[in-house]
């Protein structure tokens, strides 16, 4: 189950950032020349995508038993999913619901993620 979330958090994270650059900047580039705001966007899409990257590493390593995620460190991968998707919920509901619809696939990724994480702290 472990190694199946750490494979998880690294595909959403690859993801992540291809869909962000090859999706994302490239209508954003279209519709301004506004450097600050394309900048800007650009490191939010790879701070998120490496951030689930290393903490699908960091589970991948602990599934292995190469270093050990203990006590409260063990929750470190379900604190980084819910970090990043509760204030995407939460911000897509009461302001844009659209983005919401258009990211079903996300939060269903995400959802069967937290449950993973759930059943593993289990």
Do not use: C, W
């Not at 490191?43 to 270093?67: F, S």
Request: avoid cysteine; proline fraction near 2%.
């Amino acid at each position: 189950m472990e190694i199946l979330s750490a494979f998880l958090f690294v595909l959403i994270g690859g993801i992540h950032i291809v869909f962000g650059e090859m999706v994302q900047m490239k209508i954003l580039k279209d519709n301004t020349r506004e450097e600050f705001l394309v900048a800007s966007m650009r490191i939010m899409i790879y701070q998120g995508g490496i951030l689930l990257i290393i903490t699908g590493i960091v589970q991948m390593m602990n599934a292995l038993e190469i270093l050990t995620l203990s006590g409260l460190s063990a929750y470190i991968p379900l604190f980084v999913l819910l970090v990043n998707f509760v204030p995407f919920v939460f911000t897509a509901l009461i302001k844009y619901r659209k983005i919401f619809i258009k990211s079903l696939f996300q939060v269903i990724y995400f959802i069967i993620l937290i449950i993973l994480q759930i059943i593993i702290l289990g």
